[in-house]
Structure formats: structure tokens, C-alpha cells
């Protein structure tokens, strides 16, 4: 039986956990349907599948928790990584006939060649081809949408949403390989070529916007209509202005995450009631900061959708009519003085600013702990 793994690559902010979510929860009848989908690699985001493909030494911030999390070095992390997916497939049912693969990471983490063809040698060990799927979104609504997510990873500056905010995501690169956000979001051909270069696999490319991404994964995986979409709610929404503005400023303070790997959880809860407390209308930008923006694009969006025959193309060139012809949140700051306060109030209560002996030595027991679990586990299978 000829067996394929379908590899969900991104781009982030196309609605990734949207897919995730409805994949997770349908689970059960996806696996009575003969596909894979391994939950010890991440679940259901396959982070640390994307980490373990990582070169030696490239350490992001999601790598720099996995290792933290799990205490091993960088060599012992991807063998423990690899050794688990491979587990997992071993005890999958013999009739199985699809590996589902899916993080947004892939397309945004994996920048060079060995760490792809890093991946695609492990799938190729189960499998006797590989399908790669990808959604792209027009640029200038895609850097919008994922000042949110920048926001919530710790930046610090809230006036320019079109920062190249990427290179920050990295710790550690000692190859000094170019790293952009148009290397991973913004330039479709570089991102494309990637994976078109691999031999033997082939490169879907949808457009959000276009098409719904949970419909287009289960007609791929041909569960269109054994698993109709039962709820298709939003995920990761984008934040109000007044939501960005004061996560921008507690940023300047409190770490998302320690430089060790080890996240700050008592902050992200904080951010999370910020989130649900301060609502209003999203951020934007200006009319023509827009149109500069993805005029950047133009040729490479014209170029893709020839290539790759996209019929809703005109998706990728939409005029920027939605955008005022002015934006000022130059008042933003007198305006939320005191609401700020309240949540400085707050985190100088109950959030770290640093990482202290006791904080490291309660998550060092968390992870001894769930490494005696999965010990057990293991036993006794």
C-alpha cells in the first residue's frame, strides 16, 4: 500500500489553529480513516517536530523552551524527538495511508535546505511521497494580523507594525544565515522555492481568503464528507489598538519568556485578561503606508499566481480602499495612563521581571516530574 505524508507548512496568521483545533477534537475519526496524526512530536501544533529539524546551534525562542522543558542538549532533544514520531507510527493500525504533519512553523522556522531536507528525510522513512500545502495571504493584511502575535511574543514598540520582527525570534544563529521577515511571511517565491526544490514532492498553494483552510485540509485528506466542519470559529484573534499599546509598554518590563527557555507563565496569564479586558476596534494603519507596503510585493504576487495557476489570485491584489487615509494613537497614551497603571499595579505583584532560583527550581521539578511520567508510560506500553 503506497502511504503519503501530508505536510501542513503555514503561513502563520492562514488559520493554522483553526485546523489544529478541528483536527485535535476530531481525532478519533480521523484515525478511523487511516491517517496519522503523532501526538508526542507537539500536539496538535508539531512544534517540536519544526525544532528538532532545526541545524545544530540555530536556537529560536520555541527551541530554547523544548530544551529548557526537556533538560537535554540540542543532539539529544532531536533523537528524542525523532525516536518518539517514530513510536508513534509503530503503533498506529497497519492500514494507516496518511501522516499528517502540520505546524506553521515549518515555513517559518526552516530556513535553509539541510533543515528541510532534514524533515523530508525522517517523512521519507514511513512514506513513499510527500504533499506539502500552503496558504498565503496578501502581505499587508498578513503583517497586521501577526503584529498581534509579535505583541504577544514580547515586542516592545507599537508604532510600526511593518517592524522585521523575525531576526528577534532567533537566539542563537552561528552560521549568521540571513533571517527576515520576508525570508518567512512576506516574499512568496523564496518561501515557495523551499519546498518546491525538494524532489519528488509536491507544493500545494492556496489562498486565505479564497478558500476556507479547514475545508481545503479535509478535501485533501478526503474527509470532506465523512467530517463535515462543525464549528469554524476564529482563533489568535487580532488585538484592539488599546490592547497593543499596553502590551507594548508591560513588554519594556516583563519577559514572555526567560533567556534559559523557560516561559514566563505568570505574564502570559496577565496578558491574556489584557486581551479579554481591553477591547475595541483593531489596530490599522494609513491608506498609503499600506499601499507602500505591498506595493514590495506586486511582481512577486504576479509572478506566483502565474506559476502556480492560482484562479483567486486577485486575492494577493486588492486595492487598500479599506484603510483610512490617516491613523493618529498618538493619544493613546493619555488615554489609557490609567488603565496602564492598573495593570502595572498588577504585574509588579504578581509577575517576575526576572528569572529568580525559585521560579527555575519549581519548573526543574515539573519537568523531572513529567519525565518520571513519561518513564512510566513508556514501561508500560
Request: charged content about 25%; glycine content about 4%; some cysteine.
Amino acid at each position: 500500500m503506497k502511504r503519503t505524508a501530508l505536510v501542513h507548512i503555514g503561513l502563520e496568521k492562514t488559520g493554522s489553529t483553526a485546523i489544529q483545533r478541528w483536527l485535535a477534537s476530531n481525532r478519533e475519526l480521523i484515525q478511523s480513516s487511516g491517517i496519522i496524526m503523532p501526538t508526542s512530536i507537539g500536539y496538535p501544533n508539531h512544534t517540536k517536530l519544526v525544532s528538532a529539524c532545526l541545524d545544530e546551534g540555530v536556537v529560536d525562542n520555541i527551541k530554547s523552551h523544548h530544551l529548557f522543558a526537556s533538560g537535554l542538549s540540542e543532539q539529544r532533544f532531536r533523537q528524542r524527538v525523532f525516536a518518539d514520531l517514530d513510536a508513534d507510527i509503530q503503533r498506529a493500525p497497519s492500514y494507516w495511508h496518511t501522516l499528517l504533519i502540520t505546524s506553521e512553523l515549518i515555513s517559518s522556522r526552516l530556513s535553509t535546505d539541510s533543515e528541510v531536507d532534514r524533515l523530508v528525510e525522517l517523512l521519507y522513512q514511513y512514506v513513499d511521497s510527500i504533499r506539502f500545502v500552503i496558504f498565503l495571504r496578501r502581505q499587508d493584511q498578513l503583517a497586521l494580523s501577526r503584529f498581534s502575535s509579535i505583541l504577544r511574543s514580547g515586542h516592545s514598540e507599537f508604532f510600526n507594525v511593518f517592524v522585521n520582527y523575525s531576526p528577534f525570534n532567533f537566539l542563537s544563529v552561528p552560521d549568521q544565515r540571513a533571517l527576515s521577515d520576508d525570508l518567512f511571511f512576506y516574499d512568496f517565491e523564496s518561501i515557495l522555492a523551499r519546498f518546491e526544490r525538494v524532489p519528488g514532492a509536491d507544493l500545494s498553494v492556496f489562498l486565505y481568503g479564497a478558500d476556507r483552510p479547514v475545508d481545503v485540509l479535509l478535501r485533501l485528506l478526503g474527509l470532506e464528507v465523512q467530517l463535515p466542519v462543525s464549528s469554524a470559529g476564529r482563533h489568535n484573534s487580532a488585538l484592539s489598538a488599546e490592547a497593543q499599546y499596553i502590551l507594548a509598554s508591560l513588554n519594556q518590563i516583563y519577559p514572555v519568556q526567560f533567556s534559559s527557555g523557560m516561559r514566563n507563565d505568570a505574564y502570559r496569564r496577565l496578558q491574556r485578561r489584557i486581551e479579554s479586558e481591553i477591547t475595541g476596534r483593531t489596530r490599522t494603519v494609513a491608506k498609503k503606508e499600506a499601499e507602500a507596503f505591498q506595493a514590495r510585493y506586486q511582481q512577486i504576487n504576479t509572478r506566483v499566481v502565474q506559476r502556480y495557476q492560482l484562479v483567486a489570485g486577485q486575492v494577493l491584489f486588492g486595492d487598500a480602499s479599506d484603510y483610512p487615509d490617516a491613523v493618529d494613537y498618538s493619544e493613546l497614551s493619555s488615554l489609557l495612563s490609567d488603565r496602564l497603571k492598573v495593570y502595572r499595579d498588577i504585574a509588579n505583584t504578581t509577575v517576575p521581571a526576572v528569572e529568580t532560583i525559585s521560579l527555575r527550581t519549581y519548573n526543574q521539578l515539573r519537568r523531572i516530574k513529567a519525565s518520571l511520567k513519561r518513564a512510566v508510560s513508556v514501561f508500560v506500553r
